[in-house]
């Protein structure tokens, strides 16, 4: 069974740093993109950042460019956002993402969100 646990999220100042984890479980991790996505109330889900299965090629939000950091660690079946310099409209549910294609067939998983507050 696919899952996707987040954890790391919390309450922080402008300016300082959180580092969210993803832990998966469930499928070949390797053979997955892995993204980070955001939603803020009132507002649609956005990609905050993405990293290929094997690492070698990342994506990220202009929003976030010069500021986050995604990881992966294959061995542990685990990804990460380093988040530095945060602003107030960082805040928002955070969520982790894998997808994949299979025969031609998307596959997403999503896990359940973990809270980051960016207090003034």
């Known amino acids: 069974q696919v899952q996707l646990v987040e954890s790391g999220g919390g309450l922080v100042q402008v300016g300082g740093s959180l580092r969210l984890s993803c832990a998966a479980s469930?499928?070949?991790?390797?053979?997955?993109?892995m993204g980070w996505y955001r939603q803020a109330p009132g507002k649609e889900r956005e990609l905050v950042a993405s990293?290929?299965?094997?690492?070698?090629?990342?994506n990220y939000a202009d929003s976030v460019k010069g500021r986050f950091t995604i990881s992966r660690d294959n061995a542990k079946k685990m990804v990460h956002l380093q988040m530095n310099s945060l602003k107030v409209e960082d805040t928002a549910v955070y969520y982790c993402?894998?997808?994949?294609?299979?025969?031609?067939?998307?596959?997403?998983?999503w896990g359940q969100g973990t809270q980051v507050t960016v207090s003034s």
């Open positions: 993402k894998a997808e994949t294609t299979i025969w031609g067939t998307p596959r997403i998983a």
């Open positions: 469930g499928f070949t991790f390797s053979s997955y993109i």
């Open positions: 990293v290929t299965g094997g690492g070698g090629s990342t």
